[in-house]
């Protein structure tokens, strides 16, 4: 589905635009990239801010007419930052337009259509469109720069994509830490009553404090790594407080 989603650029004046775009194209999983009559590519300005992305730009096809870029296509949006009088049906939101585009790209190739950094689209090429859609924006600047708007819209597009059933698509979590055993929790808790008894920081068995802290832990749930690590804290306490015992009675000793 996704590869039927292309992306048109029209005279494009700033090389490091179309890698800018392209490098936004990959991270939404798009990779059918068009440009017609491109002023200077393919460029190493270009190459450099596509980031990783230059199997998109490998992939380009340079046109030199709009209508050889979505000749094929079901459906052709164009992105506009302003309203016209050309009575074309108009997305105000991406989502819906993106919608829309999903579902005609299950079958057949649509274009998401961006013009010229400075006047965008001119009426002639909005006439080889379907469709127009808008970025809601500030009113009083809602500037935005060509790669940031294919951003926009292809992370609309992706997100509508992800929704469809047939994606499969899988979000990426960090692997779930393994939980301790309750026998590993209990020797922990019972390393922790050792090290706070020999270390002075309870004078009576069975103290609130105890039960506070034990309840604290099992709060927390630490994973066998994180139990590990405090044991590990707990070891060492334990040794220190050794050395120090030792220390004092050898002075005790001197002494007499």
């Not at 590869?3 to 059918?32: C, E, W, Y």
């Not at 199997?55 to 096809?61: E, I, K, N, S, T």
């Amino acid at each position: 589905m996704l590869s039927n989603i292309r992306i048109v650029l029209v005279q494009t004046f700033h090389p490091g635009n179309i890698g800018q775009a392209a490098r936004a194209m990959k991270t939404m999983g798009l990779s059918d990239l068009v440009l017609v009559r491109p002023r200077c590519y393919p460029d190493v300005e270009a190459s450099r801010l596509a980031a990783g992305a230059e199997d998109v730009l490998d992939g380009a096809r340079v046109v030199d007419e709009l209508s050889d870029a979505v000749a094929d296509c079901v459906q052709v949006v164009g992105a506009s930052a302003r309203l016209r009088s050309l009575p074309l049906p108009h997305f105000d939101e991406p989502d819906a337009m993106a919608e829309t585009v999903v579902g005609h790209a299950r079958q057949s190739p649509v274009a998401l259509v961006f013009g010229r950094e400075r006047s965008g689209l001119t009426n002639d090429e909005i006439r080889q469109c379907s469709h127009q859609v808008s970025i809601p924006a500030n009113p009083d600047y809602g500037i935005l720069n060509l790669s940031q708007a294919v951003q926009v819209l292809a992370y609309e597009v992706h997100r509508a994509w992800r929704r469809q059933p047939a994606s499969d698509y899988r979000y990426q979590r960090p692997a779930q830490a393994e939980p301790p055993t309750r026998e590993q929790l209990g020797h922990f808790q019972a390393h922790l009553s050792r090290v706070m008894a020999s270390s002075g920081f309870l004078t009576q068995p069975h103290a609130t404090t105890e039960q506070q802290l034990q309840t604290l832990f099992a709060r927390a749930q630490p994973s066998r790594r994180e139990l590990s690590l405090l044991r590990g804290l707990l070891s060492a306490l334990e040794q220190h407080i050794a050395t120090d015992l030792s220390d004092d009675k050898e002075r005790s000793r001197n002494r007499d």
